[in-house]
C-alpha cells in the first residue's frame, strides 16, 4: 500500500511539472507571437496579451516584457498612455540589468509618455536618454522613432533648425530599416520645417522624395497628405494653378476620409479666393460645410474664410457673422488650450509638491544621519579621553611601583661608610628612611589605591627631603680634579637635565636610579640619553660614562 501511495506522489508531481513547463512554454510562445505582431496588428497584440492568465504572477522578467509589449501595443493603437507610468520602473528594472536593447526601448515609451502628456521638455530630455542606450545596438528603427519624436517635439516649439537636423536622421535611420512609410512621413516632417522658413523649393524637393516613397509602396494616406502638402507649398509661393492641381489629385487619394476630404476643400477654397474665382470659392466652402466635422481649429479657419469671402462680396453683415463664428471657435480652443495647460500646471504643482517632500524627506534623514555620525564620534572622543585618561593612571602607578623597587634595591646596596660617591649620593638623598617610610606602603600596591600609592610616594621622596644637586656636585666634581667642569664646559650643547644625567651615568647610577633620584620616568631618561649620544658623539653600543670620562681624560 505504502508503495502504491508513494508511486501515486511521484506521478503527480511530474505530471504537475510537466503542466508548469507546458504553461510556462505556452505563455513564451504567445509573448513571441505578440513581438513578432506588434508593427502590423498593434489591436490584436492587445487581444493576445489580455488572453494570458494572471500575467502578474509570471516571473519579473517575463511580467516586464508583458506589460512593456501592452503599453507598445496601446501606443500604436493611438490609446492613452499617459497612465501607464510604471514604464519608469520597467526603465530601471532593464538599465540596472544592462539590458540595454530594452532599456533604450522602455526610455523611449517613457518620452512617449511625457510627450503626450504635453511635458515637451522632459519628454525630450527622455528621449536622448533612450537614444544613449540605442547606440549601443542595431536596432535601426528605434532609432529613426526616437530621432522623428525629438523632431516632431521641437517642430511643436517652433524650433525649426534643430527639428530638421534630428528629421534628417530619422530619415537615414528608416531607410537603413527599410521603414518606408515612416521615412514618407519624415521626409514630409522635415519639408514643412523648410515650408515655415520660407525655403519653398527645398520643401518642395522633400515633399516630391515623400511622394515618391508613398507612390512606390502604395500609401494612399500618405498620397493624399503629400498632395495635399505641395498643394499649400505652391499656394503659398503664388501658383494658384499647380497648387489647384495637386489638391485635386489629393482629393482623389483621400478615399472615405471625411475629415482629410474637408480640409482639402477648405484649402481649395482659400486657393480660389486667392486667385480671383469667387464662384468656384463659394463651391468648395459649400462642399466643406457639407461634411460634419468636429474639428475645432479645422471649423475656426474655415469661418474666418468665410468671413473674408464675405467681405470681398461687400456683404458686411454676413462677414461679421461668420467672423463672430471664427472668434466663438477661437474662444473654444483658447479653452481647451487653457484647461490642458491648467491640467499640465497642475500635474507639475503636484509633482513638484510631491518632489518638494521628498526633498524634505531626505534632509531630514541626512539631518538624523548627521546627528548620530556627530553623536558617535562625540562618544568615541569621551571614549578616547577617559581610556587615556585611564593608561595614563596605569602607566603612572606602574612607574611608581618600578620606583619603589628602585628605592628598596638601592636601599639594600647602601653602605653607611660612604666608600663611593654613590654612598655619598644616597646618604644625601636619606635613602634608608625614604625606604622605611615607604615599606608599610608597598603591601598596599596591589590593592586598588594606586592613586594614594602615588601620592605618598611623592611626598615621602621628593618632599621630605630636598635633593640638593649643588652641592652633591660640587663634593663629586672635587673628588675627580674637576672632571665634570670639564665635561661641562667641552659638551655646551648639553642641556642641564642631560648634563646632570650624564654625571650620574659616570657615578654608574642605573637607568631607573637616575629616574628615581631626578623624578623622571625610565622612558624620558632613556630618550634623554639617546639624544647624549647624538650631541657628544657616543656610539650606539658605547658606554656614554666610559665616553664622556675618556674624552676629557686625553685633554
Not at 502590423?40 to 489580455?50: A, C, E, F
Not at 501595443?73 to 507610468?85: C, G, L, P, R, V
Amino acid at each position: 500500500m505504502k508503495t502504491l501511495f508513494k508511486y501515486f506522489k511521484i506521478t503527480f508531481f511530474l505530471a504537475l511539472c510537466i503542466s508548469c513547463s507546458n504553461q510556462s512554454d505556452n505563455v513564451t510562445a504567445l509573448l513571441a507571437k505578440a513581438e513578432n505582431s506588434l508593427e502590423q496588428q498593434p489591436d490584436s497584440v492587445l487581444s493576445l496579451l489580455h488572453s494570458i492568465p494572471e500575467p502578474e504572477n509570471l516571473p519579473k522578467n517575463r511580467h516586464y516584457r508583458y506589460l512593456l509589449l501592452q503599453i507598445q501595443a496601446k501606443d500604436k493603437s493611438f490609446k492613452d498612455i499617459t497612465s501607464d507610468t510604471i514604464i519608469f520602473t520597467l526603465k530601471d528594472y532593464y538599465i540596472k540589468k544592462k539590458d540595454f536593447p530594452n532599456a533604450a526601448l522602455a526610455a523611449f515609451y517613457c518620452g512617449r509618455l511625457l510627450h503626450e502628456a504635453k511635458s515637451f521638455e522632459k519628454a525630450a530630455s527622455t528621449y536622448l536618454e533612450a537614444e544613449k542606450y540605442a547606440n549601443d545596438g542595431e536596432n535601426d528603427n528605434l532609432k529613426g522613432l526616437i530621432q522623428s519624436n525629438l523632431s516632431i517635439i521641437y517642430r511643436q516649439q517652433f524650433l525649426k533648425e534643430k527639428a530638421i537636423i534630428h528629421g534628417k536622421k530619422a530619415i537615414d535611420l528608416f531607410h537603413k530599416a527599410q521603414n518606408h512609410k515612416n521615412e514618407s512621413r519624415l521626409l514630409l516632417l522635415v519639408g514643412g520645417c523648410f515650408l515655415g522658413q520660407q525655403e519653398n523649393d527645398s520643401a518642395l524637393y522633400y515633399y516630391n522624395k515623400s511622394l515618391s516613397l508613398a507612390n512606390d509602396y502604395n500609401m494612399h494616406l500618405e498620397q493624399a497628405t503629400v498632395r495635399q502638402n505641395i498643394g499649400y507649398a505652391y499656394q503659398k509661393g503664388g501658383n494658384y494653378i499647380e497648387s489647384k492641381k495637386w489638391l485635386h489629385e489629393a482629393l482623389a487619394f483621400s478615399g472615405e476620409n471625411d475629415l482629410a476630404k474637408a480640409r482639402i476643400f477648405k484649402n481649395l477654397a482659400r486657393v480660389c479666393r486667392l486667385a480671383n474665382q469667387p464662384d468656384s470659392a463659394q463651391f468648395y466652402m459649400n462642399q466643406f460645410l457639407a461634411i460634419h466635422t468636429e474639428d475645432i481649429d479645422l471649423l475656426g479657419s474655415a469661418y474666418l474664410l468665410l468671413s473674408e469671402m464675405e467681405e470681398d462680396k461687400g456683404h458686411n453683415k454676413e462677414a461679421l457673422r461668420y467672423y463672430k463664428e471664427y472668434n466663438d471657435y477661437i474662444i473654444k480652443l483658447f479653452e481647451n488650450s487653457e484647461n490642458n495647460a491648467l491640467l499640465e500646471l497642475q500635474e507639475k504643482y503636484n509633482f513638484e509638491t510631491l518632489k518638494n517632500k521628498n526633498n524634505q524627506l531626505v534632509i531630514e534623514k541626512q539631518r538624523m544621519l548627521l546627528m548620530a555620525i556627530v553623536g558617535i564620534i562625540l562618544a568615541s572622543f569621551i571614549c578616547f579621553y577617559f581610556y587615556l585618561k585611564y593608561n595614563q593612571k596605569k602607566k603612572k602607578e606602574f612607574e611608581t611601583e618600578q620606583k619603589i623597587e628602585t628605592l628598596m634595591k638601592m636601599a639594600e646596596k647602601y653602605s653607611e661608610k660612604e666608600s663611593s660617591n654613590q654612598d655619598m649620593l644616597l646618604r644625601h638623598f636619606d635613602i634608608l628612611k625614604k625606604a622605611a617610610f615607604m615599606s608599610k606602603y608597598i603591601s598596599e600596591k596591589n590593592r586598588p589605591q594606586g592613586e594614594l600609592l602615588i601620592k605618598k610616594f611623592n611626598n615621602i621622596v621628593y618632599e621630605q627631603e630636598t635633593f640638593h644637586w649643588d652641592v652633591l656636585y660640587q663634593s663629586m666634581n672635587e673628588l675627580h680634579d674637576g672632571m665634570y667642569t670639564r665635561i661641562h664646559d667641552k659638551y655646551l650643547q648639553l642641556d642641564e637635565s642631560e648634563f646632570r644625567i650624564g654625571c650620574l651615568c659616570c657615578e654608574k647610577f642605573t637607568g631607573s636610579e637616575i629616574a628615581l633620584l631626578m623624578d623622571l620616568s625610565v622612558n624620558t631618561i632613556h630618550k634623554k640619553m639617546t639624544e647624549i649620544r647624538k650631541k657628544t658623539g657616543v656610539g650606539r653600543y658605547e658606554n656614554i660614562a666610559d665616553f664622556l670620562i675618556k674624552s676629557v681624560s686625553e685633554n
